[in-house]
């Protein structure tokens, strides 16, 4: 058996510096943690090339006497602990005491220090962890290091770097997580003497966020919330905004940053119902916790942390990302091509329509513009008045006119308006309703108003546009397309898409039923021909899927017999159904039963819902019309599609140059 040695210090950095400096990035991580913890407020990072041959870090902290810069790089040497009873309660960053003798074991550093007060600070020289020289020097309050030909004594490590820009923007990133780490510090990067990043370092994280991402983190939604002695800050993104990947997910635990499956778990699982497959939302949350609740030191660089309480810390993200999302009202704009800047006079000749006719005197191509140009803007507020503004032709022919126009089947002579309370001993009482007769030209959608909310709760009056009371805080216009509702409320016009909208609906209600769901027995069973795992798997849930209204049997080999199916679903729909619920279940996770049983919700309520392209009587789309306006929790169907977008009156006054 080989005799046992005792490795060399320099041999033991080595080991150490294969653990903690992997590459420029590394380097810089450990340096600006030891600046915050040294009280610096102002932090000054420059790299040449990638980091391997200039690294320089300034900071104006606390400094360091003589005989404390020539122990920081000894391996184990620390301020920050006294005792092994501090190991349970670490409150800084940087603790180990490994760090500065890593970095120095495999680079030339030379250091400069100063505490304040002192008439002079002290300058080190260090090549592969030895002091080769000692000197008194003139220099700022602080500390600045520099660190010269990363790995020049480790050819082995050399070879595995990467290029010069690969390292250098994986610095950069190192400092805009540092950045978002500590918005109190004002941090100022220089990558071959251009500055990449400064920020204000006022304390504010959204600055900091903004000084980071830019434009994209304008409409992150803020989060502030408490749970139990766990607090939860920063900022998410919407789940329109969702993204590609988890690139943009960021987690601090006392101001470290940290990767955690916990977190993003509980992170992802705030938007539950809210979001895309396959997208995923960005954040920046800070989670403040007693440092007695959480172990930091499970990881050699500090990346990953060990919680007391995981499930109080789940709670906190979840519920504190949820609560978030819910107060935020999200109604996106709708993108219209910019029209550019107003144009300035030239020698090209405008068109006619480019300049108004004087009073009276229509003529040739400008005859038939003067009636929109004698509106101004301010007149024109609602179609309704510019309907009654307009000049009114003779009686003959405007019947004539009428008579040769077709009206489309979905656009009402009349509008259904909701009318306020004040009004309601003067409205008639509605009529009955009953279902519609199905049209040839589109197929019947199976939808009754009942399933949002009853009409009779407010009563609705039959009124043209002409007659409409100003205080009516919203009117549905009509439908797009068979597929969008328009809603008129103010300067604010809205689009609702109605299978979105129904979507969510149904699979709100289907939620908040934990009882089981009415369901309908087929009087002609349905056969479902499935792949062998998937009639496996749903054989295997059919105490979940009775509570989802769907009765299934064994029917053959590879067939299963549907005797029962949801109220809401029709039969035509029931078999494709089954197909996708058997998928997900083959496919979906298989941790939560809450899970498994929204993704089978989805199924129902998507194949339950109004379709776009479907005819609808106005009393059904108003219906749809009625909860969407007036619930602020249905923003999104569920699978994360947005229900309503926004259209106001200024983006289409600029549209027509009316601005």
């Not at 009206?407 to 409205?427: D, G, T, W």
Request: some cysteine; aromatic content about 6%.
């Amino acid at each position: 058996m080989p005799k046992i040695i005792q490795l060399s210090p320099h041999i033991a950095n080595l080991i150490a510096a294969g653990e903690v400096v992997e590459r420029p990035a590394s380097v810089v991580k450990e340096l600006l943690e030891n600046a915050v913890d040294a009280g610096a407020s102002k932090v000054t990072i420059e790299i040449r090339d990638g980091g391997m041959t200039f690294l320089r870090v300034t900071d104006n902290g606390c400094g360091m006497a003589a005989e404390d810069a020539r122990k920081a790089f000894l391996r184990h040497a620390t301020s920050k602990l006294r005792c092994a009873e501090d190991l349970a309660a670490i409150g800084t960053l940087g603790f180990r005491g490994e760090a500065l003798a890593a970095i120095a074991s495999v680079s030339r550093i030379d250091l400069m220090t100063k505490t304040p007060g002192s008439l002079a600070g002290t300058s080190l020289h260090l090549e592969a962890g030895q002091i080769l020289e000692e000197s008194e020097v003139g220099c700022p309050d602080g500390t600045t290091i520099l660190v010269r030909d990363l790995f020049y004594n480790t050819p082995a490590r050399m070879k595995f770097m990467k290029s010069d820009t690969v390292e250098g923007s994986r610095v950069a990133a190192a400092v805009q997580l540092q950045a978002l780490a500590h918005p109190e510090v004002a941090f100022q990067f220089l990558r071959d003497g251009k500055q990449v990043l400064s920020t204000p370092g006022n304390g504010g994280l959204q600055a900091a966020v903004y000084c980071v991402y830019g434009r994209e983190c304008a409409q992150m939604v803020k989060v502030d919330s408490r749970w139990e002695n766990h607090s939860l800050t920063g900022f998410v993104s919407k789940p329109t905004d969702a993204r590609p990947s988890r690139s943009l997910q960021t987690f601090f635990v006392n101001d470290r940053p940290v990767k955690s499956k916990l977190l993003i778990s509980a992170l992802e699982e705030a938007y539950r119902n809210q979001i895309m497959v396959g997208k995923f939302p960005a954040c920046v949350l800070h989670l403040t916790l007693p440092p007695a609740a959480v172990d930091v030191n499970v990881h050699p660089a500090k990346t990953e942390v060990k919680f007391l309480s995981e499930k109080a810390v789940f709670d906190c993200v979840h519920y504190g990302v949820l609560g978030a999302l819910n107060k935020q009202p999200d109604r996106p704009e709708v993108q219209l091509k910019s029209t550019g800047s107003k144009a300035t006079p030239t020698s090209t000749p405008q068109p006619p329509l480019a300049a108004a006719p004087r009073k009276g005197e229509p003529s040739g191509a400008t005859k038939n513009a003067s009636f929109f140009r004698t509106m101004t803007a301010e007149e024109y507020k609602t179609f309704s008045t510019a309907l009654k503004d307009a000049p009114q032709p003779k009686k003959e022919a405007a019947a004539a006119t009428a008579a040769k126009i077709e009206r489309p089947a979905n656009m009402p002579l009349r509008e259904f308006v909701m009318m306020p309370q004040v009004q309601e001993k003067a409205a008639p009482k509605p009529p009955e309703r009953k279902p519609a007769p199905a049209e040839p030209a589109a197929p019947k959608a199976s939808f009754a108003a009942a399933q949002t909310a009853p009409l009779a709760q407010e009563p609705l009056v039959e009124q043209t546009a002409l007659d409409m009371p100003a205080e009516i805080p919203w009117r549905m216009v009509g439908e797009l397309y068979n597929t969008y509702i328009i809603v008129e409320q103010g300067d604010e016009a809205f689009l609702i898409d109605k299978h979105a909208a129904h979507e969510r609906i149904l699979f709100e209600k289907l939620k908040a039923n934990q009882e089981g769901i009415s369901a309908q027995s087929l009087l002609q069973p349905i056969p479902v021909r499935l792949s062998p795992s998937a009639a496996g798997e749903l054989l295997a849930n059919t105490d979940m899927l009775e509570e989802l209204g769907f009765e299934i049997a064994e029917f053959g080999e590879n067939t299963v017999l549907l005797r029962q199916i949801p109220m809401d679903l029709s039969p035509e729909t029931a078999a494709e159904t089954v197909e996708t619920l058997a998928a997900g279940l083959l496919s979906g996770r298989r941790e939560s039963k809450d899970t498994v049983r929204d993704e089978l919700l989805h199924t129902v309520a998507c194949k339950a819902a109004i379709k776009a392209g479907w005819h609808n009587d106005e009393q059904e789309l108003l219906a749809v019309a009625k909860e969407v306006m007036g619930r602020e929790d249905l923003k999104y169907c569920p699978h994360g599609r947005p229900i309503c977008v926004s259209l106001s009156k200024k983006q289409l006054e600029k549209q027509f140059k009316r601005t």
